[in-house]
């Protein structure tokens, strides 16, 4: 009989003797990464779970919050007794939190993981109750039917159709499923606040969803890195939390949470467009002409004292221009409370941050306000990791050549002590050196993207390229300008179809996937795009992906004694993880075989960095030249 007395035996039992029978594989990778989960969600620590493609760590981490929902040390072995199944009856009913980067994998989750995984484990008598998630989104995503009845009010007389939005009166309230709807008549009818006298309050269908979702019934609650932080910063300003209390987090796709970091920390100030607005207002709402003279008044008083600042520099406000910029928040807040606007909540919230008492970074540009937290890992360091609670980190990407030090100062880890801090990293199950050919040209010259020798050499070598693998053909680009150039050059020189994503990528990666033998071009599929098969076979990567120089990055060198320091630290680590992510996009299973060609000369013999290239592909096979 199989000893399944302890989490580690379970685990094992499961991968070895409970999924085969439904179809999946043992991957020995994906079970010691679920032990390693496990383990870190049972001791209440934190880890760095680095898993590269093909491992499995979704699977791998939802099973391991379910073993640790089970395990419990008193009974456990009593529990184990597989003549009775168990139910999610804890002592501490809380849920699991989720957080992602990206909607498709959201939505993988919500629709193929856990209700796959639930089945499973109901069949096997592992659980009596199925597992639930919920999905959380903001409440912008949500029709609110005060501010619908309102804005159909405002609509009579007019010859726009009103149809299509009376319609909303009833139906799924969620904005996402609404088709045939403007983005402007969703941000009219979309829910902003919730005042307690609202004469719809009793019957809302919004606080009737959220009082379901904010339940803690639910095993999972699954968002994106926003709303999550979003949460962690109510918690911290002692404000409503918008999910429940949990009891344990996963970090997916954490390659992006600093980034979310920065993003939720920086907001703008257009004094222009708030201008407009309160413009707009004095026809709208007289009833509150007293307010928005004010208002208006004081944005062209403060927009007369900020022409003064320089432009595209990080400045430093004086006591006076701070003073009165809170008297603009003040005024902004009770301005809003009374007309409604969202346009000037964003405007609100703005100012709320540039007026915060924190270390902040402040720039103008024309017209606008510009402000981000000097150090966004500070609020999940606080709020987070210096709490007991388990927090899972986990993407494919997290570390070069086993080192987890960039990512651990990205995410604000460094001073988390080594007894709470684990990190691992399971290496892809794929046979790497058979399925994939790693080419650096030896042809190129110096990236030069206004040196038309330059492109020229690129173009040569791509073109070469797409006729080796017969099109098929994914080529990434650093800057939409060069990738335009070489665009240009290659149309009509080959029997391939050529698609350029110009916007995004999403609809040029779908046509893409339909056409044969195609070729795309995009600044923006380095991440995120899951091509299986043959259809694509080639990857080209035009230039090492370094960040581009902005205000941040220069404030951000300033924390190292030289440029030589910061190129060790930040820029040489970010550039190696983007391109860790760029020829990840190749070899998506264990079928699939292809190249990857790098074109800069900086990588190619005698380079400034080659070593680096050469450690982060030695699991490749390196090929000199492709005929």
């Not at 009219?188 to 606080?207: D, E, F």
């Amino acid at each position: 009989m199989t000893d399944k007395s302890t989490p580690e035996t379970l685990i094992d039992h499961l991968f070895h003797h409970v999924f085969p029978k439904y179809g999946y594989n043992v991957r020995p990778s994906q079970v010691r990464l679920t032990q390693h989960m496990a383990d870190i969600l049972h001791h209440h620590q934190i880890s760095l779970s680095e898993a590269e493609v093909g491992t499995g760590k979704t699977f791998a981490y939802l099973i391991a919050c379910i073993i640790n929902s089970l395990y419990i040390p008193e009974d456990f072995r009593a529990r184990m007794n597989y003549a009775h199944a168990y139910h999610f009856t804890m002592e501490t009913r809380m849920p699991y939190v989720i957080t992602t980067s990206s909607i498709e994998l959201q939505k993988a989750l919500m629709n193929d993981y856990i209700p796959k995984l639930s089945d499973i484990l109901l069949k096997e008598g592992i659980i009596a109750s199925t597992i639930t998630a919920v999905l959380r989104k903001g409440k912008s995503n949500y029709i609110c039917k005060r501010r619908l009845t309102k804005y159909l009010h405002t609509l009579k007389g007019s010859s726009k159709d009103t149809e299509p939005i009376h319609s909303l009166l009833s139906g799924s309230i969620d904005l996402d499923m609404v088709e045939g709807i403007s983005s402007y008549d969703k941000k009219q009818i979309c829910v902003l606040n919730c005042p307690k006298t609202c004469k719809h309050r009793a019957k809302c269908r919004y606080i009737a969803l959220q009082e379901n979702l904010k339940s803690p019934n639910h095993f999972f609650q699954v968002c994106n890195h926003n709303y999550f932080i979003a949460d962690l910063t109510h918690r911290k300003n002692r404000l409503p939390s918008l999910l429940p209390n949990y009891r344990g987090v996963i970090i997916d796709e954490a390659h992006k949470f600093s980034d979310a970091l920065s993003q939720m920390q920086t907001f703008e100030l257009n004094l222009n467009d708030t201008k407009r607005i309160i413009e707009k207002l004095k026809s709208r709402d007289p009833e509150q002409t007293k307010l928005i003279s004010i208002a208006a008044f004081q944005l062209s008083f403060i927009s007369t004292r900020l022409s003064a600042f320089p432009k595209d520099k990080v400045i430093t406000f004086d006591i006076q221009t701070r003073h009165l910029l809170k008297q603009l928040y003040s005024v902004l807040h009770d301005l809003n409370q009374a007309c409604d606007q969202s346009d000037l909540r964003d405007a609100e919230q703005a100012l709320e941050h540039i007026v915060a008492h924190e270390k902040r970074i402040f720039w103008l540009t024309d017209g606008a306000i510009h402000s981000v937290s000097k150090n966004p890992g500070r609020l999940i360091k606080h709020v987070l990791y210096d709490k007991t609670l388990p927090v899972i980190l986990t993407s494919g990407t997290l570390s070069i050549d086993g080192n987890f030090n960039y990512f651990k100062r990205e995410l604000g880890l460094q001073s988390v002590t080594a007894f709470k801090l684990k990190t691992t990293s399971e290496r892809s199950p794929y046979n790497l050196k058979e399925q994939c050919q790693v080419y650096i040209s030896e042809a190129t010259l110096t990236p030069e993207p206004d040196n038309p020798e330059y492109i020229q050499s690129i173009t040569s070598e791509i073109i070469k390229l797409i006729h080796h693998t017969k099109g098929r053909t994914l080529i990434l680009f650093t800057s939409y300008k060069s990738m335009r150039q070489v665009y240009d050059l290659i149309s009509g020189k080959t029997a391939y179809p050529i698609i350029m994503a110009s916007r995004g990528t999403r609809n040029a990666i779908e046509q893409f996937k339909k056409t044969r033998d195609a070729v795309l071009l995009s600044t923006s599929a380095w991440e995120g795009v899951d091509i299986q098969g043959e259809q694509l076979s080639s990857v080209i990567i035009v230039k090492l992906p370094f960040l581009v120089p902005d205000l941040l990055s220069e404030e951000k060198r300033k924390q190292y004694k030289d440029q030589k320091a910061y190129r060790d630290a930040v820029l040489i680590p970010n550039m190696l993880i983007k391109l860790k992510q760029g020829i990840g996009r190749l070899i998506r299973h264990e079928d699939d075989r292809g190249l990857i060609s790098i074109l800069d000369s900086r990588a190619s013999f005698g380079g400034k960095y080659k070593n680096n290239i050469d450690t982060l592909i030695s699991n490749y096979r390196k090929v000199s030249h492709i005929t």
